[in-house]
């Protein structure tokens, strides 16, 4: 019996009347996608492995397994940590400006990390060992996971679009082969499955949004997705009004206008209301982030080095902001292009090719793939007023350049029927599949040196024997040139050593006596005099050194007790 297209259509279970959606697989509890040939996913899930396993062994990551490979992560692990012992986004990595806003040490509040990938990390630090380990195999889950998604997501475009041009087989065929070739051929997302990054929760979420969206477009849902998005990265939010303006015109009626709209909007405000009542007890702003504040600063008011590292509340951009206005404006233009810069990278290939091809074969799909397109102009835009790094994109441009590959895919299927055949038996198909496998590897392997460089910036500890001094002096609190590093590895509250050391004696915590050096990271020739000038070698390794502050000054608030400070030392 010929099955019917697909576009919104439901069919009945026989065994029991049961509703099934077509298009539907198992990936998770509330994820149902039913394959006609799961044998066919299966092949690409193996072939997925196989490709992970060779990248793996490319870069030789298995002795790099229990370390991180990023800084960011590595921050966030130590948040998570501290929430898992109790101590709710609290963190031990505390820049001069963070202390300027809250001047406390203990249960200082971290305001520069998502609390997402906080939570979630801090849940899995409660079950599993709080290691890199235990994130990377989570990344792992993660990536696998994603292409799960993306392949049943790829189906229901496909039978909602292409189902009268081709028979179920191939249509599954092309939707995995379209998820396998975005998964391992887009080499900075393919990454973060073999690294502790945290932009793969980011585009799982992306991923969910946009099943959702083309399927049912629950608004309650929506809205639940929408707002953990957000919670995973604050610029990934600005997909929200990009939804509710499509939740709000895609209603004939009135009334189911204004009641999908305020559904999204009352789950999204639930959802961050704890967020919000937290922002309000330690700041009286609900939509405090110091890390926006700071980055919208930087290039107006100061340097990036100048805005972290200075015992000083960044300044408001809204003061003086007739003289701020033409700046802003001018950091704005020269950020714009260098946002859709990141798009032309050859990882994002697909995306300039497939995305015409999708418009052309998907018709039924345009408006709401429209919705990401707009996004995309809004995200630039407004990221441009702040600062513009490739990574925050790679979830952005990942799902393009996956869209992408959908339609180049589909599109070659019509060119060239003859590598669909009607007849396309098991054995055949397994035989496309290693094919195509194997020159995937193949770039891979020409690819090795672009692995390399991509994580040759380690964060590992400068020696086994270098934390363990903390315990043996007595040390809680120790400024550095490398606090992330000795928050995670020591489990002491580190500050960020101040662009100016001067002020440690003015406006820094009276309670940090100590400085640890780390010697891979380079300090400029005014903070090594002020070591020599001012503080007492008491231990040294090759990588490290750690000091102590020579006999106080009068000036110097110890005996004081915080709060009544003096001024700062004079000369060097």
């Known amino acids: 019996m010929k099955s019917s297209p697909v576009h919104a259509k439901i069919k009945s279970d026989r065994s029991g009347g049961k509703t099934i959606y077509p ?41 790099r397994f229990f370390n991180f490979d990023t800084v960011m992560v590595q921050d966030t692990a130590q948040i998570a940590r501290n929430t898992s012992q109790g101590h709710f986004l609290i963190t031990k990595y505390i820049t001069p400006t963070s202390y300027a806003y809250f001047q406390t040490l203990e ?19 409660s079950v599993f060992p709080d290691s890199p380990a235990t994130l990377k195999v989570f990344n792992l889950v993660l990536f696998f996971t994603n292409f799960l998604i993306l392949g049943a997501f790829f189906i229901a475009l496909l039978r909602s679009n292409l189902e009268r041009n081709h028979p179920r087989l191939h249509l599954e065929l092309i939707a995995w082969a379209s998820a396998f070739f975005s998964s391992i051929t887009i080499f900075s997302y393919f990454r973060f499955g073999l690294c502790d990054a945290y932009d793969l929760m980011g585009i799982t979420l992306l991923l969910l949004i946009a099943r959702e969206l083309f399927t049912k477009s629950r608004p309650w849902l929506l809205g639940i997705l929408g707002a953990l998005l957000y919670l995973c990265r604050a610029n990934l939010g600005l997909l929200l009004p ?23 909007v009352s789950v999204v405000l639930l959802v961050l209301s704890p967020f919000f009542i937290r922002n309000l007890y330690y700041t009286g702003k609900p939509f405090f982030n110091l890390q926006q504040m700071v980055e919208l600063n930087k290039s107006i008011t100061g340097t990036h080095t100048s805005l972290y590292r200075n015992f000083e509340v960044p300044e408001s951009i809204t003061d003086s902001f007739s003289r701020k206005f033409p700046l802003l404006l001018k950091k704005m233009r020269s950020n714009f ?94 035989v496309h599949i290693i094919v195509i496998s ?70 820094g915590p009276p309670e940090c006596r100590h400085y640890f050096h780390d010697k891979r990271w380079k300090i400029n020739i005014r903070e090594q005099r002020f070591l020599r000038n001012h503080l007492t070698l008491i231990e040294e390794g090759e990588l490290f050194a750690l000091y102590e502050f020579k006999k106080l000054p009068p000036h110097f608030p110890s005996e004081a007790g915080p709060g009544k400070r003096e001024g700062a030392v004079p000369g060097d």
């Open 438 to 507: 194997g020159i995937c590897l193949a770039a891979q392997t020409w690819g090795k040196n672009n692995y390399r460089i991509a994580f040759e910036v380690r964060v590992t500890p400068p020696s086994p024997a270098a934390y363990p001094l903390f315990k043996t002096h007595d040390i809680k609190y120790v400024y550095s040139n490398n606090p992330i590093s000795v928050a995670w590895h020591a489990d002491v509250i580190s500050i960020y050593s101040p662009e100016n050391m001067q002020e440690v004696y003015s406006k």
């Open 23 to 63: 298009g539907e697989l198992i990936i998770a509890s509330k994820i149902k996608i039913h394959l006609e040939h799961p044998g066919i996913a299966y092949l690409f899930l193996a072939a997925l492995l196989v490709s992970n396993i060779y990248a793996f062994h490319l870069h030789h990551r298995a002795s």
């Open 337 to 430: 292009l260098l946002g859709f810069s990141f798009l032309v990278h050859s990882d994002f290939w697909s995306a300039w090719i497939g995305l015409p091809l999708f418009f052309w074969l998907f018709a039924k799909s345009r408006k709401k793939i429209s919705i990401f397109l707009f996004f995309t102009l809004l995200h630039v835009f407004v990221i441009s007023f702040f600062i513009q790094i490739n990574r925050i994109y790679t979830p952005l441009y990942f799902f393009l350049s996956a869209i992408g590959y959908l339609g180049f895919i589909s599109a070659l299927s019509l060119a060239v029927p003859g590598i669909f055949k009607k007849g396309l038996s098991r054995s055949r198909l397994a």
């Open 107 to 125: 249960n200082h509040p971290d305001y520069i990390r998502y609390p997402l990938p906080v939570l979630t990390y801090a849940l899995l630090f």
């Open 242 to 264: 990009c939804l509710a303006a499509y939740l709000f015109l895609g209603e004939r009626s009135a009334g189911r206008r204004w009641r999908s709209l305020s559904t999204f």
